[in-house]
């Protein structure tokens, strides 16, 4: 009863104040979490020279970069001095030394620059915010700031541009590429050349090569021949002249000079450039000929006779002598050089296979045939003769037979004629009708055309009416002789040699494509991107875009992949690789989030090959007897 009478006095135990203290504690942590989920990523300010600023990602009360320097050091030779660039447009000439300067609002515990997603650069305090470190870039890279303090923060990605320091630019103003000179052209030929460099030049020289001879006998003789003004190659832009004396350099009739220009800038390792080979042709306008006798082993070389250039000089001097001398003298020198030209015609009609040889026009009487039967005999008389002395020691020669257009059987019984030949009317040789190619031999029926009319006015004691021709025959003569001529440089591959019992094994097991690997990686990236580019446009089409922990997951192995790509081409793949960083750490606004995502999308996409490309059809460089063959061994395997 006393308890009754009592109760409504009784409390129960309590501690209102810590509970108060307690609740108001859980309501300030709340607020807090509340506040960081829900921060922007542009909370933190990245300052630039004079105002330039760029958002971070930094919570309130976390340390953000105050100042942010890219000061650019260019390599000594390119005479450029020392810079600062702005953070939005980077671009640095190549070898360049680019060092950091970053000063936080606050000390750091650590802090990084990170190269292209992989290489890291400590930043080292130099003061009591101020952090510095530098790098020597040789290529085109991205890159961002990391730094830690309680937890670790990042900056977004930047590009960083290369200039490649170019080779120089030769070009030659004044010549053509092919030059062809007679021996009385002027020997000095005048080269200019117009070189051109980003920076400076520091060398230029002439590399010349005289070829003389022809065939198995060619020889080459290399010279080294620098620029006469200016002196020295110095400076950017330079206009180089020199003269190549061609009688200096030891060219004779015949030779050619082959020549290019080199240029040297002045790189720590200099870039080299030269120009294209040019000639120079001396032409040979004097020549003797060899020939071959039909089925025989030696040459047999022919009786000496003038060549066409010097019947022209004889003619010349004939010319020149003609009122020094008598009228018999001159008339008899005429009709002798007359035969000399006769002679040449004969030797070269040998290639034409043509019939009448003994006098000027196609003359069939009995006169000129008795004429050419002592043809042999006259040759003796006016030519000379040097090479005869050893004729009992060589091969007899075949002896020609007169062509009878009437086609009469010889009275001797022992000839054993061809059953055709009375019914074959034959004008050419068979091993020389096909000596020379139709242009060519067009070229030389006009030569001998040229060479009767020659003949003639030297008979008619007419020499200076027959120079015209003369020359006439020694210039198509000169072409003959060239068209000929080919130049071959040898090139090749020599592969490794092949066990014996590997070969027609059609085993590949141990020959490996060093590109395959490469062409595999890339297309598990570009495998991984596409399921981002899937993945991004789901979330699109949802109401809750929240990514999962999987999610987030493909997300940064997609980066990852990305990031092995980007040493070729970074600034190709930086895009992307900014908007999944963006939705890795959350650094957008909740109402910003569809426009992130459709700007990845769009990077992703980018970097993507072209749909073309992979639908074309493979052109193979197989021969059809390969595949043949490889037909062949299978129905064998199978059967």
């Given at each position: 009863e006393l308890i009754k009478h009592h109760q409504h006095q009784l409390k129960l135990p309590h501690d209102l104040f810590r509970s108060i203290l307690l609740l108001l504690l859980c309501s300030v942590i709340s607020a807090i979490l509340f506040w960081n989920k829900n921060t922007p990523a542009d909370q933190g300010i990245l300052e630039m020279d004079k105002g330039n600023a760029t958002q971070l990602n930094v919570a309130v009360g976390s340390p953000t970069i105050e100042s942010f320097r890219i000061n650019i050091t260019p390599p000594a030779y390119t005479e450029i001095k020392r810079y600062t660039s702005s953070l939005s447009n980077i671009t640095i000439p190549e070898e360049s030394i680019i060092g950091f300067e970053i000063k936080f609002n606050q000390p750091v515990e650590v802090a990084h620059v990170i190269i292209s997603g992989k290489d890291s650069l400590e930043l080292k305090r130099v003061a009591n915010d101020l952090y510095e470190t530098s790098i020597n870039l040789k290529q085109e890279v991205y890159f961002q700031i990391a730094w830690k303090n309680k937890r670790w923060q990042q900056s977004d990605l930047y590009p960083i541009r290369i200039t490649k320091d170019n080779g120089p630019v030769i070009s030659i103003t004044n010549l053509q590429q092919f030059t062809e000179l007679t021996w009385e052209d002027n020997p000095q030929v005048m080269l200019r050349a117009n070189l051109q460099d980003d920076y400076s030049l520091s060398k230029a020289q002439i590399i010349a090569t005289v070829s003389k001879g022809s065939g198995e006998s060619v020889k080459f003789r290399e010279e080294k021949i620098n620029f006469t003004s200016p002196a020295s190659i110095q400076g950017r832009n330079i206009q180089a002249s020199t003269v190549l004396n061609l009688k200096k350099l030891g060219l004779e009739p015949g030779?050619?000079?082959?020549?290019?220009?080199?240029?040297?800038?002045?790189?720590?390792?200099?870039?080299?450039?030269?120009?294209?080979?040019?000639?120079?042709?001396?032409?040979?306008?004097?020549?003797?000929?060899?020939?071959?006798?039909?089925?025989?082993?030696?040459?047999?070389?022919?009786?000496?006779?003038?060549?066409?250039?010097?019947?022209?000089?004889?003619?010349?001097?004939?010319?020149?002598?003609?009122?020094?001398?008598?009228?018999?003298?001159?008339?008899?020198?005429?009709?002798?050089?007359?035969?000399?030209?006769?002679?040449?015609?004969?030797?070269?009609?040998?290639?034409?296979?043509?019939?009448?040889?003994?006098?000027?026009?196609?003359?069939?009487?009995?006169?000129?045939?008795?004429?050419?039967?002592?043809?042999?005999?006259?040759?003796?008389?006016?030519?000379?003769?040097?090479?005869?002395?050893?004729?009992?020691?060589?091969?007899?020669?075949?002896?020609?037979?007169?062509?009878?257009?009437?086609?009469?059987?010889?009275?001797?019984?022992?000839?054993?004629?061809?059953?055709?030949?009375?019914?074959?009317?034959?004008?050419?040789?068979?091993?020389?009708?096909?000596?020379?190619?139709?242009?060519?031999?067009?070229?030389?029926?006009?030569?001998?055309?040229?060479?009767?009319?020659?003949?003639?006015?030297?008979?008619?004691?007419?020499?200076?009416?027959?120079?015209?021709?003369?020359?006439?025959?020694?210039?198509?003569?000169?072409?003959?002789?060239?068209?000929?001529?080919?130049?071959?440089?040898?090139?090749?591959?020599?592969?490794?040699?092949?066990?014996?019992?590997?070969?027609?094994?059609?085993?590949?097991?141990?020959?490996?494509?060093?590109?395959?690997?490469?062409?595999?990686?890339?297309?598990?990236?570009?495998?991984?991107?596409?399921?981002?580019?899937?993945?991004?446009?789901?979330?699109?089409?949802?109401t809750g875009k929240t990514f999962s922990t999987k999610d987030l997951q493909l997300l940064q192995l997609t980066g990852n992949k990305m990031a092995s790509l980007a040493n070729e081409n970074p600034i190709l793949y930086l895009e992307g690789l900014k908007g999944l960083s963006k939705l890795i750490n959350r650094q957008y606004k909740d109402e910003d989030l569809a426009i992130v995502i459709q700007s990845t999308i769009k990077a992703l996409w980018m970097t993507?090959?072209?749909?073309?490309?992979?639908?074309?059809?493979?052109?193979?460089?197989?021969?059809?007897?390969d595949n043949d063959f490889i037909e062949a061994l299978a129905r064998q395997k199978n059967d």
């Open positions: 030779d050619e000079l082959y020549f290019y220009i080199e240029a040297f800038d002045n790189k720590t390792t200099p870039n080299r450039s030269r120009t294209d080979t040019y000639f120079i042709a001396v032409q040979d306008t004097s020549e003797i000929i060899t020939s071959t006798e039909e089925g025989l082993g030696v040459d047999l070389m022919p009786e000496y006779f003038r060549s066409q250039r010097q019947i022209i000089i004889d003619t010349e001097k004939l010319i020149n002598n003609k009122k020094t001398i008598s009228p018999n003298a001159f008339k008899a020198t005429s009709n002798d050089l007359g035969y000399d030209q006769k002679v040449l015609r004969l030797r070269y009609s040998e290639f034409m296979g043509e019939e009448f040889v003994s006098g000027i026009g196609p003359q069939v009487t009995t006169e000129d045939v008795e004429e050419a039967s002592h043809e042999h005999d006259v040759v003796k008389a006016f030519g000379h003769v040097h090479d005869s002395e050893n004729e009992h020691n060589l091969v007899e020669h075949k002896h020609e037979e007169k062509h009878d257009h009437q086609h009469e059987n010889s009275d001797d019984p022992d000839k054993k004629l061809s059953p055709l030949e009375e019914f074959v009317h034959a004008h050419d040789d068979t091993e020389e009708a096909t000596f020379y190619i139709q242009s060519v031999k067009a070229k030389l029926r006009a030569a001998l055309t040229l060479m009767w009319d020659a003949e003639l006015q030297l008979r008619l004691f007419e020499p200076t009416k027959s120079l015209p021709y003369q020359y006439k025959i020694l210039k198509l003569l000169k072409e003959i002789s060239n068209d000929s001529r080919i130049y071959v440089h040898r090139t090749g591959f020599d592969p490794p040699p092949i066990k014996e019992d590997k070969r027609y094994s059609a085993d590949l097991s141990e020959v490996t494509n060093p590109n395959k690997q490469r062409m595999y990686q890339q297309q598990d990236a570009y495998t991984t991107i596409e399921q981002a580019i899937t993945l991004l446009q789901t979330k699109q089409t949802k993507l090959p072209d749909p073309l490309q992979k639908s074309t059809k493979q052109t193979s460089t197989q021969h059809s007897l």
